[in-house]
């Protein structure tokens, strides 16, 4: 498995299975098992993804020593504050049953993250987490956070796929050494992306699928990818990426299929900010 490090020393898989939306507990648990049986060391899950517990069986039951999974929560915007964000990851390490986390990020750029991120600081000097990080920070307020805190992030997670390429956020987080964690790697399948003709035509050349050449091309970018799937053959086609590399000539070519924007959820509509601050956290 190959692996990237982050600002603070500790490795980190550069791909992993995300389960978002995967909320059926049996269904999660197998999903998971079946991910760290095909190869997967790193494991994405949220407290609003409602699968922590799933999550946390699996791990408990795959023969796999916790120390070699890298197991990554999230916490909502309702327990930002210092004394409710320690309390919310409590909460996490309980639901699953584990002792520590390796990477806790605040899962919005949106309420009071500063004292969110205060007592992320503090978890991580305590030792109670290996990383601490973001979520769907923009460069600017990415940029604003690591100026004006005592310890960066290690990570930011965002919308990164071959239709919204995130160069500039790229930019900004290689500027402030912050390791670019891409969730909904395929676009969630928006613009028939599975079907596109420059990355069916590269597919075709390396006796690869297009999702694998997608998923590739963040890969060589430094991103690390988090694709979801519940089909194990899939699981074991996404880990399959470490055998071929795209020319720089296919990654101008994909290059060219950025639109610029978002292809799943506009973090600058007034109204998506709106609607996510009325969400509440579990409790």
């Not at 990355?199 to 590739?216: F, P, S």
Request: hydrophobic share 40%; with cysteine; net charge negative.
């Amino acid at each position: 498995m190959q692996k990237v490090i982050l600002n603070n020393g500790i490795e980190m898989p550069q791909i992993g299975l995300g389960v978002y939306q995967v909320d059926d507990t049996e269904q999660c648990e197998r999903v998971v098992l079946n991910a760290l049986a095909s190869g997967y060391r790193l494991i994405d899950t949220a407290e609003n993804y409602m699968n922590e517990e799933a999550v946390g069986r699996a791990i408990r039951k795959s023969d796999i020593k916790r120390d070699d999974i890298f197991i990554t929560s999230k916490i909502w915007i309702n327990h930002f504050g210092e004394e409710k964000t320690k309390l919310a990851y409590e909460k996490s390490l309980k639901r699953m049953g584990l002792e520590y986390l390796d990477l806790v990020l605040l899962h919005q750029s949106l309420g009071d993250y500063y004292s969110a991120w205060r007592a992320l600081e503090e978890l991580y000097r305590e030792g109670k987490v290996r990383a601490i990080g973001v979520s769907n920070f923009y460069p600017e307020r990415l940029t604003d956070l690591c100026m004006n805190v005592q310890i960066k992030p290690m990570v930011n997670q965002i919308e990164c796929h071959p239709l919204f390429q995130r160069e500039t956020d790229l930019e900004c987080a290689k500027h402030y050494n912050v390791q670019l964690e891409a969730w909904g790697p395929f676009a969630e399948a928006g613009r028939n992306i599975f079907s596109n003709d420059i990355l069916a035509k590269i597919a075709k050349t390396h006796n690869k699928t297009v999702a694998q050449v997608i998923l590739r091309w963040n890969i060589q970018r430094g991103v690390v990818v988090i694709p979801k799937t519940t089909h194990k053959q899939r699981m074991e086609e996404n880990i399959d990426i470490f055998d071929f590399s795209l020319s720089d000539e296919e990654m101008k070519k994909i290059a060219s299929l950025d639109t610029g924007h978002t292809e799943i959820i506009n973090h600058h509509d007034w109204k998506i900010a709106e609607f996510l601050n009325t969400v509440k956290g579990r409790e």
